[in-house]
């Protein structure tokens, strides 16, 4: 019977991803302030320029009335759509505070899925498919593993899915009714 040396290389095992993974918490809706004395005055003062503008202008002049009433009925849209307290540039601020948070949000899908990859690649160079044994073998793996390697004797049994090696910490936020519903929903886990 002979007997066959086998000499074995320093083996350095492969690198599993770890630690954790702060969230950011999603944007919190901007809160309505009550109008100050001047911004509830506004409508008025803009109703009683238009009348001023008839006046100057003449009452019997056709454009008074004309350019007077529009200045009018512009205060009184303006009045009736946004309530004089500048909806539309809170709408768009709440819009473009979405749009960073939901792009925020994929990057991190992004890096998250990276680090699967990264875990996968690890588990398959440690422990891999039994189907690829007689390549691994052909390669000189056969005796990799010594007593004092940290996965001496670990053994793949099967296939299945794994938790992420990176633990995802959710943010803390406030209570519900304070968190922008599109972003929260929008978070993993929710």
């Known amino acids: 019977m002979a007997t066959v040396g086998v000499v074995r290389q320093r083996r350095i095992p492969p690198r599993t991803p770890g630690g954790e993974l702060a969230l950011e918490p999603p944007p919190e809706p901007e809160r309505l302030v009550p109008p100050g004395v001047l911004a509830r005055l506004l409508p ?19 454009t008074s009335w004309l350019f007077g009433g529009m200045f009018a009925l512009s205060t009184l849209g303006m009045v009736m759509t946004s309530g004089g307290r500048g909806g539309g540039s809170r709408a768009a601020t709440l819009d473009e505070n979405r749009r960073d948070y939901l792009r925020y949000l994929a990057q991190l899908r992004h890096r998250v899925r990276g680090v699967a990859a990264e875990q996968r690649a690890a588990a398959e160079s440690a422990h891999p498919d039994p189907a690829a044994w007689p390549t691994v073998i052909a390669h000189g793996r056969l005796w990799e593993r010594r007593a004092a390697d940290p996965d001496f004797a670990h053994v793949r049994i099967g296939r299945g899915a794994q938790r992420l090696a990176v633990r995802l910490v959710a943010p803390q936020t406030g209570p519900v009714e304070g968190i922008e519903p599109v972003t929260a929903l929008a978070l993993p886990g929710s």
């Open 44 to 62: 008025g003062v803009m109703l009683l320029g238009s009348v001023g503008f008839i006046a100057v202008l003449g009452p019997e002049n056709p």
